[in-house]
């Protein structure tokens, strides 16, 4: 900590002696010149000191070694003309994407040595291949001076921090502009609820049920994101803000990624609703036409209290008549726009509240950067009696002797857990995985009920293999990741994830934690294949050594990059091109400070507030609203 508020002195005084010494010259710096990266310079003629940019074509990586610091790549332009690039310093999520065949758009000053031409530390970006469009603009480059590297003002620069800034900010106080159904009434429910309840809630429950108690009794809709490890919790709280929203005569909708946990859901909290006579449904993709058809026409008419469901909610012809809140279960797992849908699912231009719930903690410092127009609730402790899990690593060689273990784990009337990779490249393949390993279970555990259960199957055969577990009757259960997300049953006590290596490190900590719900000691066990790749091996260790979700986001951040982290690059967008949150982190807090000044002294809708949020943020901001 120390030593990052030195550099942000050191900093100042730099910023200081270029004349930056408020924060509104800060805004309005202007640029010393312009760089000109709107075309590509052919390899062949280039001339030795060419500051240059050029599109190549990955032949080799030599990544670092123990001998050698330096990452060497080697590409080829698109007539061939080889360029070698030396790099000082990689990360492995870069290492990882950067694989012969691919695509980089590469910026540098190019050295023609005796070997041909060399580049030491370039800027580069993957494309997706030659023709890959060019920026349209030429690119401002700010006076620096010296200790403040031109490149890390070029880079660095806070226009795009404070684009972004401003753009999350502007977000929130449009919230605030719009209106929501105030729930303040006599919480009659709740109370009753209370008093069904088989536990107490938990310290850390308690608070973040009163932040959101908070949210909804005010007439801005609530953008808040509950988060808490797998196993604390969040379900029940997620029912009793349900209650409050209902006990005021308002409609909720309880959103899940999958039918398994939305089935699961609704089952968990049936038995509580119908004491309080509360109205229920379940929508999901798996039903007859005519049957969403007519669950669709109760929703409208508001004959349903709380509706369960998937992403089949989120359809257009889904209109409620009075919806208060909604709430998102494992938000990640739904993108942007499907959860920026519920906003609209109300004909009167009233907002329902939004409650998005999440096992995959996001840093605090990511979440304020890019996450402003979310407020955020943790719940930071399990429920008491719950005991660690142990992991363990085993060689996939080793998987007859673990049959034997758990044959011995269901002696001891627990249950367990076999989870079969699926990915979607091959699904078919992955299936057939699934499949087979069944097969082996069940000729390996003679008497022992053995169930499967894929996303291929219906949800009536997907439900009465899981209600079959639950109950009980089968004992162990051969999954995909059908079951990752929110499954509960407590008394599993083992978990087997095969090929442990192919999992992302949320993953495998959802999956682990579907067991240790119980009295009994759990366990995880990892069974992993040959010749790993570095990251593979990086996330293998992050989970055997940690068990905290916070600690192991934090690790995942670091493997992967803030842009994988997020899940940016599926969708195709960055937030930040230039910026880089872990390295620049110590600027966000002045330029934060700056942004909601400078909105407040020249309002959401200036021109050139929205002209530099367009500039560096368009398209984007409409991802920052959830
Ligand atoms: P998650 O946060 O992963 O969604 P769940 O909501 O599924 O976790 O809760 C996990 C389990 O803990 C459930 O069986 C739930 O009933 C139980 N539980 C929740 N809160 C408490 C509490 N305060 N005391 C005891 N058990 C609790
Ligand atoms: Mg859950």
């Not at 004909?347 to 409650?355: A, F, K, R, S």
């Not at 079951?483 to 008394?491: A, F, K, R, S, W």
Request: charged share 25%.
């Amino acid at each position: 900590m120390a030593s990052q508020s030195t550099i942000a002195d050191e900093s100042d005084r730099r910023f200081r002696l270029l004349g930056l010494a408020s924060d509104i010259d800060f805004a309005l710096h202007w640029p010393l010149r312009y760089e000109d990266w709107t075309r590509l310079t052919p390899l062949k003629n280039v001339y030795d000191g060419q500051i240059l940019q050029c599109d190549l074509k990955i032949i080799s990586v030599q990544p670092p070694s123990r001998g050698k610091q330096t990452c060497r790549v080697v590409g080829a332009d698109a007539s061939g003309v080889s360029l070698g690039l030396t790099f000082f310093k990689v990360y492995p999520s870069q290492l990882a994407q950067w694989q012969p065949g691919k695509h980089m758009r590469v910026q540098g000053e190019v050295k023609r040595g005796v070997l041909g031409l060399d580049m030491l530390h370039p800027h580069v970006r993957l494309i997706k291949g030659f023709g890959a469009p060019l920026e349209k603009h030429l690119t401002p480059v700010y006076p620096s001076t010296a200790g403040l590297s031109q490149w890390a003002l070029l880079r660095v620069l806070c226009d795009e921090l404070l684009a972004q800034q401003l753009g999350l900010q502007r977000a929130r106080i449009r919230r605030a502009s719009r209106a929501a159904p105030i729930m303040g009434g006599e919480k009659a429910g709740l109370a009753r609820a209370f008093s069904c309840l088989p536990f107490q809630l938990t310290r850390s429950q308690q608070r973040v049920l009163a932040e959101i108690t908070e949210d909804l009794s005010r007439a801005i809709p609530m953008h808040r994101l509950l988060q808490g490890d797998v196993g604390s919790g969040k379900t029940i709280i997620a029912l009793l803000a349900a209650l409050q929203a209902i006990d005021d005569g308002y409609q909720v909708a309880l959103l899940a990624p999958t039918e398994v946990l939305a089935d699961q859901h609704a089952a968990k909290c049936l038995p509580l609703l119908e004491k309080l006579g509360i109205r229920t449904a379940k929508l999901t993709g798996g039903l007859k036409e005519s049957e969403k058809r007519r669950l669709r026409d109760s929703i409208a008419r508001a004959e349903l209290d709380l509706v369960f469901g998937t992403h089949a909610l989120l359809e257009e012809k889904v209109r409620f008549a009075n919806l208060g809140l909604a709430i998102v279960d494992e938000q990640h797992r739904f993108g942007v726009r499907q959860r920026l849908s519920l906003r609209h699912k109300r004909d009167d231009g009233m907002e329902p509240h939004l409650l998005m719930m999440s096992a995959t903690p996001i840093p605090r410092s990511l979440a304020m950067s890019y996450l402003a127009d979310l407020d955020v609730s943790v719940i930071d402790e399990l429920p008491p009696g719950r005991s660690p899990i142990r992991t363990r690593l085993l060689q996939a060689s080793r998987r007859m002797d673990l049959m034997r273990w758990v044959r011995q784990e269901v002696e001891a009337s627990h249950q367990v857990y076999w989870v079969c990779p699926l990915i979607e490249e091959s699904e078919a393949l992955d299936l057939r995985h699934a499949q087979e390993s069944f097969a082996q279970l069940k000729d390996a555990l003679p008497g022992i009920e053995v169930g499967l259960v894929h996303g291929r199957l219906s949800s009536q055969d997907k439900q009465t293999v899981m209600d079959a577990f639950q109950a009980g009757q089968v004992k162990v259960l051969v999954a995909t990741t059908v079951i990752e997300v929110g499954v509960d049953v407590p008394q599993a006590s083992l978990m087997v994830i095969e090929h442990a290596e192919r999992f992302g490190l949320a993953q495998l900590h959802q999956l682990r934690g579907r067991v240790g719900r119980g009295r009994a000691q759990s366990q995880c066990v990892l069974l992993y294949g040959e010749a790993l790749g570095a990251s593979a091996k990086a996330r293998l260790k992050a989970i055997y050594q940690h068990q905290d979700g916070f600690e192991i986001a934090r690790e995942d951040l670091r493997i992967r990059g803030p842009g994988e982290f997020l899940g940016l690059r599926q969708s195709g967008l960055s937030l930040l091109r230039y910026a880089d949150l872990e390295r620049d982190g110590l600027y966000l807090n002045p330029l934060r400070a700056l942004a909601s000044e400078l909105l407040e002294r020249k309002g959401c809708e200036d021109p050139a507030i929205t002209a530099l949020i367009a500039c560096w943020q368009g398209g984007v901001e409409d991802r920052l609203k959830a």
